[in-house]
């Protein structure tokens, strides 16, 4: 499948963009659509024929829950109805992505626990197929709720569920706001495209002059760690680097291609890294995956009956507030582990999700006590020190699950831990090689390049977190200067991106 840096890509965009604006309006979402399938049939047409199976699955169970809504006028039977279509739908749709994604995962640790030596599956897992599903899903669950109206025409639903410049690593999608934009008509508009073609710039610069020159050093340091047992925190710092100026990246690309067409896509990051807790760092990562599981897990878990026949017996044996509050982190647990089953087939995971999960409800049943030692210190909220001092105590903890993140499995990432607090030699940093012909000729440069690019992207989000209207103010300059920074950026990409090679691909594509 075309990478979105590739050249193929982005004459896809140019033709699709140039003649979306040319046709009559009212096929403008079937232009869309056209361009969605041959993009997605690029990666192959068995790969689609899953794409197929999760639309038309969805959109027949959608029909069919309108249809039981209207049809039934007995509320007990509509709902038994209702809910017999929905756990239908879910069924095909998450078991097809439990199957492909994760029966190896189950097959190596059957062969763990047991001894045992059942081969592997060779199974064929769809780019983008996370996406896509939780997507689809929750539409279906949206209707569920009655929270939106199923739509009748098979080919205009085929359009939510394939955007292509989403469909591989997102954002998630709501039905109410996509689909809305993707079936009206749009038209040329000349202030729009110039940000967009901006923001799709800025984009690939964090792609591949930082984190294409970052992921050198992550592959060398994570891939041996303990010849580079000294580099452990630079390791995590490095990834941290290369994943947000990756995906964050990406989203700008995402974002910046569908406002080419009029469509406003929701945010997907909000400049997590001056986050002051680690609830927080997630309400600004991947934002569309953290509404998802919010909507769609965190709150049917949390109402459910169980829970609150678990919150009764937990009041009484622990106390009100306590027992108020161990229901809301047993169902925060559940979520990151759904979480981290949703990142990979693989322990290290499961371990990302569940630290992030354990630290997130232990600071729920900390609360009031932290409160109480702040009121003893006299620390206020409102303090700067404080708050820089929430900014780096939460940086630590995403760099500590790092490790499970990128590490090979779970051995490496607390090994790798245990370097971080015993062994620490930053000049070793300066023997990695650039490339086998160059050896570590370049290595100083590149380092460079990663810094101030960083420095960049820090300004840039430095800036916007204070509120200052960047956009506002580029409109506001002098077309010279505008031209000026397009032809800085356009420059800067193969100057300093790409290194030891072609770019390589969106880590979350891989999703």
């Known amino acids: ?21 040319l046709i009559p309006k009212k096929f403008q979402w079937v232009w869309l659509l056209v361009f969605s399938y041959i993009y997605y049939v690029t990666g192959g047409v068995k790969v689609t024929c899953f794409l197929v199976f999760t639309t038309v699955t969805t959109w027949m169970a959608g029909v069919l829950l309108e249809k039981v809504a209207q049809a039934e006028q007995d509320r007990f039977v509509c709902r038994r109805k209702k809910r017999q279509v929905l756990v239908t739908a879910l069924l095909l749709n998450f078991g097809m992505l439990a199957v492909l994604k994760y029966s190896n995962f189950a097959i190596r640790t059957v062969n763990m626990v047991f001894g045992s030596s059942q081969g592997e599956l060779d199974l064929l897992l769809p780019l983008g197929i996370s996406f896509y599903t939780f997507q689809s899903m929750g ?87 303990t010849l580079y047992s000294g ?14 100026c990756d995906f964050s990246g990406g989203m700008d690309v995402v974002i910046g291609i569908a406002g080419l067409f009029g469509i406003e896509m929701d945010e997907n990051f909000k400049r997590p890294y001056f986050a002051v807790s680690i609830t927080d760092f997630w309400h600004r990562w991947h934002i569309t995956l953290g509404t998802w599981m919010k909507d769609y897990v965190f709150y049917p878990v949390s109402l459910s009956g169980w829970m609150r026949h678990f919150s009764k017996f937990a009041k009484k044996v622990f106390g009100k ?12 647990i559940i979520v990151f582990l759904v979480v981290g089953i949703w990142h990979g087939a693989a322990w290290k995971f499961i371990f990302y999700g569940m630290y992030n999960g354990l630290i997130i409800a232990f600071s729920g049943l900390m609360a009031p006590r932290y409160r109480k030692w702040k009121q003893a210190l006299h620390i206020s909220d409102n303090s700067k020190g404080f708050h820089l001092f929430q900014i780096l105590r939460t940086f ?19 090994r790798m831990m245990k370097y971080a607090v015993t062994r620490f ?87």
């Open 1 to 21: 499948m075309m990478s979105l840096i590739s050249m193929e890509f982005l004459l896809l965009v140019l033709v699709a963009a140039a003649g979306y604006y």
């Open 139 to 225: 539409y279906i669950l949206d209707l569920y709720w009655e929270r939106t109206k199923a739509e009748h025409n098979l080919f205009r639903f085929a359009l939510f569920v394939s955007f292509f410049p989403q469909i591989l690593q997102g954002p998630i999608g709501r039905f109410e706001r996509l689909g809305t934009q993707l079936f009206a008509s749009h038209s040329f508009d000349g202030r729009r495209i110039e940000l967009s073609l901006l923001r799709i710039l800025w984009g690939y610069f964090k792609k591949m002059v930082i984190a294409d020159n970052a992921v050198i050093f992550v592959d060398a340091i994570f891939e041996d760690p």
């Open 231 to 244: 580099l452990a925190i630079a390791g995590a710092l490095a990834y941290s680097i290369q994943l947000y």
């Open 321 to 332: 507030q306590t027992g108020r509050v161990l229901p809301i982190c047993l169902a925060n």
């Open 396 to 414: 630590l903890l995403v760099n500590i699950s790092w490790f499970f993140d990128r590490a090979y499995d779970v051995e490496s990432a607390f």
């Open 425 to 511: 030699d930053l000049s070793q940093i300066l023997t990695i090689q650039i490339g086998e012909a160059s050896g570590t000729t370049y290595t100083f440069i590149f380092l460079m390049v990663i810094l101030l690019g960083c420095l960049a992207v820090f300004i840039v989000s430095l800036l916007m977190e204070q509120g200052r209207d960047l956009e506002g103010f580029y409109v506001k300059q002098h077309w010279i200067l505008k031209c000026m920074l397009f032809a800085g950026l356009i420059l800067l990409l193969p100057a300093l991106g790409q290194p030891a090679g072609e770019a390589g691909g969106f880590i979350y594509a891989q999703f």
